[in-house]
């Protein structure tokens, strides 16, 4: 059937539906943008693929995961759950307790856990002793409280991730000044305290370091007993010439992924920062000495990725770029943008900046299999919020045929790299609900799950019925949308919301 015709014979089944539905008229009555994604199922990938959800460490619902049928859960342990002050205190046993509970919990369910030890939050009184990240003394917090980790829950672990992606939070945190401590210089923002120019690269080599000497510990002490793996997520982004054909945008490009992902990877690999860093950042970017270079180098056995962004990639060293720090080596001298000429690079999304670009994801797996060596690699993290206008009323909310194709064209872009021999073993889709997104709190919706904030209920999106078929079904998904809408309706008239 001509793509045209499948469309419109798909419209009407829908309107069919929703004179039959009152409760779903509203969103039915429209078409649906995106529908004819393309088609994937589980029996695409590997047999032993990971198919997972992930929350933050504020948000566990074991039951809801068991009901979707996934393999794996990703999760962060709180620092301060464990160790309030840090090394300058005692154990909670409170926060042992807790976290051994989600663990058994998992695995009686059959739930691999993916445990990330460290996600941005730290204990208040080591930033007040000694400034956190930006003191090499909190190389060693890190490592007691990755110890205390490896030996409280090694034995139900068999993934670990150190650090989340450490490259993000320096950006965020010492660069541009959004999240705690609040770092920051003009002209990248305006804080009381920082220096954007200095600060992150400090505050990453602590990171690493920090991390180099968790994985030595864990190898020598743990990982012969326990069988576990570690590694560590990295925030990937992918980028795309601004002037197409242009040798100068194309340069900005490789300075750009050598900037973002080779500034946390490639000293986990080859033991030194990017050569392209080295020679515009010069002095100010610390080295590595030999002892370090000895536990840094190779420390990972696999790489996380979570990818959101795809971009469009501008040379500032030999054409002039907008104010804003663009000129400057902390950014290799590159300025991102997400349009061309007005045009947007995909379609938009609820994070200024964020794109639907399935293509990204596919190119940035294909670059971290031939910058590394094809080491294995999971994505830990890729989801879909739609922009606040279109997630106002509850249908619109629940209605989410965008997330569906969303996933659907991201996993296919995962299963093209496979197929061209990329070493991908899992797939996390953020997030399991709607769930605390940092500065954003609650206004971005990331979920399979819609939480009702006065009750807590949980309720199902379409997204979620879909994932659930599509784990559920080797061949494909069994249902089309007029039957995801009938199951919604159902599950709305048992959450005894069906008049919302």
């Known amino acids: 059937m001509p793509e045209t015709s499948r469309a419109t014979t798909t419209h009407r089944r829908l309107l069919l539906f929703c004179f ?5 008229c509203l969103v039915l009555s429209e078409p649906v943008e ?7 199922s589980r029996s695409h990938f590997p047999d032993g693929f990971l198919f997972g959800t992930t929350t933050s460490a504020y948000q566990e619902d074991i039951e809801l995961m068991h009901s979707l049928g996934v393999d794996a859960y990703r999760f962060s342990i709180s620092w301060t759950r464990i160790l309030p002050r840090g090394r300058f205190g005692e154990v909670n046993p409170m926060g042992i307790m807790f976290y051994n509970r989600i663990l058994d919990h998992l695995l009686l369910k059959g739930i691999e856990p993916f445990v990330t030890i460290h996600h941005h939050d730290i204990p208040q009184e080591l930033a007040e002793r000694y400034g956190g990240w930006l003191s090499p003394l909190m190389q060693e917090d890190f490592v007691h409280f990755a110890r205390i980790c490896f030996e409280s829950f090694g034995h139900k672990v068999k993934y670990w991730v150190t650090i989340n992606e450490a490259n993000l939070f320096v950006e965020m945190a010492y660069i541009r000044g959004w999240y705690p401590p609040s770092h920051c210089s003009p002209p990248f923002g305006n804080c009381s305290a920082g220096n ?3 600060e992150p690269l400090i505050a990453l080599h602590n990171m690493i370091l920090a991390h180099g000497k968790a ?31 242009n040798e100068l945008d194309q340069q900005a490009v490789t300075r750009g992924l050598a900037f973002g992902v080779g500034w946390l990877l490639d000293p986990l690999v080859y033991g030194d920062y990017p ?4 020679l515009f950042l010069g002095d100010a970017l610390p080295r590595f000495t030999v002892d370090e270079i000895d536990y840094v180098k190779g420390s990972i056995d696999y790489i996380g990725i979570n990818h959101y962004l795809t971009l469009y990639a501008k040379d500032c060293l030999h054409s002039s770029c907008p104010p804003g720090g663009s000129d400057h080596a902390i950014r290799g001298y590159v300025y991102f943008t997400g349009d061309r000429d007005g045009v947007p690079i995909g379609q938009p999304t609820a994070n200024p900046g964020f794109f639907v670009v399935p293509g990204g994801l596919e190119k940035t797996v294909n670059y ?9 690699m999971y994505v830990t993290e ?12 509850l249908q619109q909310i629940l209605h989410d045929v965008k997330r569906i194709n969303y996933h659907k064209s991201y996993l296919a872009a995962v299963a093209s790299s496979i197929r061209d021999g990329a070493d991908v073993r899992g797939y996390f889709a953020w997030s399991l609900m709607d769930n605390f997104e940092w500065v954003d709190g609650y206004t971005l919706r990331y979920g399979l799950y819609y939480v009702d904030r006065r009750t807590l209920k949980r309720i199902p999106k379409i997204s979620a019925l879909w994932y659930r078929d599509f784990l559920a079904h080797s061949s494909g998904n069994a249902l089309g949308l007029a039957e995801y809408y009938g199951r919604l309706e159902q599950d709305l008239r048992v959450a005894g919301l069906e008049d919302l």
């Not at 576990?228 to 002037?243: D, F």
């Not at 050569?275 to 080295?278: A, D, V, W």
């Not at 890729?382 to 009323?393: I, L, W």
């Open 382 to 393: 890729n989801g879909y919020a739609p922009p606040p206008d279109e997630a106002v009323q």
């Open 215 to 245: 994985v030595k510990i864990y190898r020598q002490e743990f990982q012969g007993k326990q069988g576990g793996s570690v590694g560590i997520v990295v925030h990937a982004m992918w980028y795309e010439p601004l002037r197409a054909n």
């Open 34 to 40: 995106g529908e004819e994604a393309e088609d994937i």
């Open 368 to 376: 971290m299999k031939q910058r590394y060596n094809n080491m294995p």
């Open 275 to 278: 050569s392209e860093m080295r």
């Open 196 to 198: 954007s120019n200095v």
């Open 20 to 24: 039959l539905s009152s409760v779903l």
